[in-house]
């Protein structure tokens, strides 16, 4: 048995990565992101476009579109995660990419805010590429190239969560802004353009999958079963679940400790994420910054940019330095400084900035839109950014770390699933209390320093649990 498995691993080592499938299914991760992002630099100018309630209640409302995705997504995942087992991968990404890119496009012509939540919600419902992606790259790539193979998935993530709103800062409204659209069309559907575009990137995408993407099931399964006769079990009955069953999977402490983690950590999040926009475009007076969808859309190209720059480069030192577990906490401490430096942005923007222009006239440049205002929020974002994609890779190798690989399908769909419903919660829990703090405008910590922090908390919750995680989840158990 011993040489068995000593040979099963040789072959596998020789195995270069399959850079092909890796970019396509990168390419509908990404399309995935830029799908379910995309409305958050726009929720709050539509919400007003649809009348929708006090205009000091947008956070509230906003908050619930976009949980709209997640609610969807959160009621169906681990039936996909079924399906995927029994028909394939291949047929189920592409069913999703075809589904995301036309109902992003209907979303964008949506007539009232009554059917822009219905159809977002039908977007989540449809939308299985997450977990079908992770099993992908757990079926294609060798265990010792997984690490790198699962850093680029999560940099498509982490990109496609930026270009989503950027293209959604940048074009919504284009009428307002661009003379060539200002057409009756752009007037009526003022944020039909860049769900158009989005739409568009996602049939390319379904394009390339069915082109390049083949069937991976059938191949990982027949390995898995070789691998599993010839390597006994590595860790004792109550730290690996036995079956793909729910009550399994939470009854194992490995796989019940990196679901939790999991699940914390998406609710704050996205949380964040979607908080990013609604302070943004907050008026200055109010705690944010007064910005206009453009300014938001450039603000979240530049952390795009910077992100795709660094993604690669960061985690992976970070990984070599404190292995699997250790990377995720110091990039978690890390997402709890940049939380709570978002709300302090604020200040600076309330402060008056006058100079001397060329001809000795005064000169008053908007506070929310000077140099130092922007310099000191691209800085939060993309710390934001860089700690949560590293934290995102380190949560989805200990998921596939605690389990054996015939249950890695399983433990991913039942993984999205529960973050779906607290990614659902976090936006409107965010919304909520944005909307309160900033109605109110009690002194700190009530004002618009308060929700940060309570997502802060959330991430700080974390820490103990951390704690707890073995250090056999920073490597495979077939190969401890």
């Not at 195995?15 to 995935?32: H, N």
């Not at 169906?76 to 990419?97: C, E, F, K, N």
């Not at 993604?311 to 709890?336: D, H, N, S, T, W």
Request: neutral net charge; hydrophobic residues 50%; contains cysteine.
């Amino acid at each position: 048995m011993a040489k068995q498995l000593a040979v099963t691993k040789t072959k596998m080592d020789e195995e270069p990565i399959p850079w092909l499938i890796l970019s396509v299914t990168a390419a509908a991760f990404f399309s995935m992101a830029a799908v379910m992002t995309l409305p958050f630099p726009f929720l709050v100018f539509m919400i007003h476009h649809y009348d929708v309630g006090k205009p000091t209640d947008a956070a509230f409302y906003a908050g619930i579109m976009a949980s709209a995705f997640f609610l969807g997504g959160g009621l169906l995942s681990y039936t996909w995660g079924q399906l995927m087992d029994r028909h394939g991968r291949r047929p189920i990404v592409l069913a999703s990419l075809s589904s995301l890119s036309v109902l992003t496009i209907v979303f964008g012509m949506s007539s009232t805010y009554e059917l822009a939540v219905f159809i977002r919600f039908l977007s989540g419902a449809l939308n299985a590429i997450a977990i079908s992606s992770k099993a992908i790259v757990a079926e294609s790539v060798a265990p010792q190239y997984q690490a790198r193979a699962m850093t680029s998935l999560t940099a498509a993530w982490g990109v496609g969560m930026i270009i989503g709103p950027m293209l959604g800062g940048l074009f919504s409204q284009p009428a307002d802004t661009y003379e060539y659209f200002d057409t009756p069309f752009f007037r009526r559907y003022p944020f039909s353009l860049p769900c158009w575009m989005v739409g568009l990137i996602t049939a390319l995408a379904t394009v390339l999958n069915y082109a390049y993407l083949p069937e991976t099931l059938r191949k990982t399964s027949l390995q898995d079963k070789e691998q599993l006769l010839a390597a006994p079990a590595p860790l004792p009955d109550h730290d690996t679940p036995r079956d793909s069953s729910i009550q399994g999977l939470l009854k194992a402490r490995n796989s019940r400790l990196s679901l939790l983690l999991y699940s914390f950590f998406s609710f704050s999040a996205i949380g964040v994420d979607e908080l990013h926009s609604v302070y943004c475009a907050t008026p200055v007076p109010l705690g944010g910054l007064g910005w206009g969808s453009q300014s938001i859309g450039w603000s979240l190209a530049v952390v795009g940019g910077v992100l795709i720059a660094s993604q690669m480069v960061v985690y992976p030192a970070l990984e070599r330095r404190f292995k699997v577990v250790g990377a995720l906490k110091v990039c978690c401490i890390g997402v709890i400084v940049a939380t709570l430096c978002y709300p302090t942005v604020n200040y600076f923007a309330r402060s008056s900035e006058v100079a001397v222009d060329g001809e000795g006239h005064l000169d008053t440049t908007p506070p929310n839109e000077s140099v130092q205002v922007w310099t000191l929020l691209l800085s939060v974002a993309v710390a934001f950014k860089i700690f949560v994609s590293g934290c995102f890779t380190s949560l989805n190798m200990m998921l596939s770390n605690s389990v054996p690989s015939r249950l890695r399908g399983a433990i991913n769909g039942l993984a999205m699933a529960m973050s779906m419903f607290v990614r659902m919660l976090g936006p409107v829990v965010g919304g909520i209390i944005y909307s309160w703090s900033i109605s109110h405008q009690y002194p700190w910590p009530l004002n618009h320093h308060l929700v940060f922090i309570v997502f802060a908390l959330a991430f700080a919750a974390m820490l103990p649990m951390i704690r707890l995680v073995p250090v056999l989840l920073n490597a495979p158990p077939e190969y401890r």
